[in-house]
């Protein structure tokens, strides 16, 4: 499987990362926190700016409608979080919201991933 990740829509243009078979972590901030997200099967979630209690994972994909309920996460190191449940089910453009919550509050970050097997 391929994927191939970009941030969206972080400031209105996305920053793409590109890789051939071997995922690359994207970073995305919001206000309140900062992650790096490593778009493989399952997704890893790094906090890197904010300490974070929780972190879910939604994945939607726009062309086909497909909308997965979000998936929780356990804290494999500290603020190192893996999802409990692999997400892509086909290729295409998936929309990922990671959503924090911890001291600062709560806050969705978005991130926008290619996938193609």
């Not at 879910?56 to 190192?80: C, F, I, Y």
Request: hydrophobic share 45%; glycine share 8%.
């Amino acid at each position: 499987m391929r994927l191939s990740a970009c941030l969206w829509p972080a400031c209105c243009s996305p920053a793409t990362s590109w890789f051939d078979g071997n995922p690359e972590s994207v970073e995305a901030a919001g206000a309140r926190y900062t992650v790096s997200v490593l778009p493989a099967d399952p997704v890893e979630v790094r906090v890197t700016s904010g300490e974070a209690d929780t972190v879910t994972v939604a994945a939607v994909m726009p062309s086909m409608g497909h909308a997965l309920p979000p998936v929780g996460t356990v804290e494999a190191d500290p603020g190192r979080f893996v999802a409990e449940e692999r997400m892509f089910v086909m290729d295409g453009v998936w929309e990922l919201s990671i959503t924090v919550s911890g001291a600062q509050g709560r806050e969705t970050i978005s991130i926008s991933t290619v996938v193609d097997r």
